[in-house]
């Protein structure tokens, strides 16, 4: 976000729904968030770089811009111990997030299994106009979808 004269706006003085956008678009990738719940495994201790490699499966230099997103952030944190680099979490709410997103997702994803299930027991539909029986939704959909285009033919 730029001032009038166009210089940038410091981040402490940017609206809050503006930061916590950016740290959306940093978590919205698969991997940045396969990244995150490993590292939540091991909340008080740090994780080799070799590890993070060997459980996600990245090349290496996808995994290094992978870091530097999260680092870039502030969501993650890395100290070098000789050749080795470690990463950790730099707040253990960031771990609470995660949990929080996959309550939400299981209960979501749980209402919507649960409707489509009840959707897949309600018994066949039969199509007054000729006869046919509607099996499934997606048919039921069609059926709305031809009695609209009908409509708009008997409006003309």
């Known amino acids: 976000m730029k001032s009038n004269d166009g210089a940038p706006i410091p981040a402490t003085q940017r609206p809050l729904y ?3 956008a950016n740290l959306f678009k940093a978590l ?7 990244v ?3 590292l939540s495994l091991e909340r008080d201790s740090a994780t080799p770089v070799r590890d993070l490699l060997d459980l996600t499966g990245l090349e290496a230099s996808h995994l290094s811009q992978h870091l530097s997103v999260l680092k870039r952030h502030h969501v993650v944190s890395a100290t ?3 050749n080795a680099v ?10 609470d997030l995660l ?17 489509y299930g009840l959707i897949e027991s309600l018994p066949p539909l039969s199509r007054s106009t000729n006869g046919n029986s509607v099996d499934s939704a997606d048919d039921a959909d069609d059926t709305d979808d031809a009695d609209a285009d009908d409509a708009v033919s008997d409006a003309r």
């Open 86 to 95: 470690y990463y950790r979490l730099t707040d253990p709410a960031i771990a």
């Open 36 to 38: 995150l719940e490993i």
């Open 28 to 34: 919205a990738h698969p991997m940045r968030i396969r």
């Open 18 to 20: 503006e930061i916590k």
């Open 99 to 115: 949990v929080t997103a996959r309550r939400f997702l299981t209960s979501t994803l749980g209402e919507q299994q649960t409707r």
């Open 80 to 82: 070098r111990t000789g």
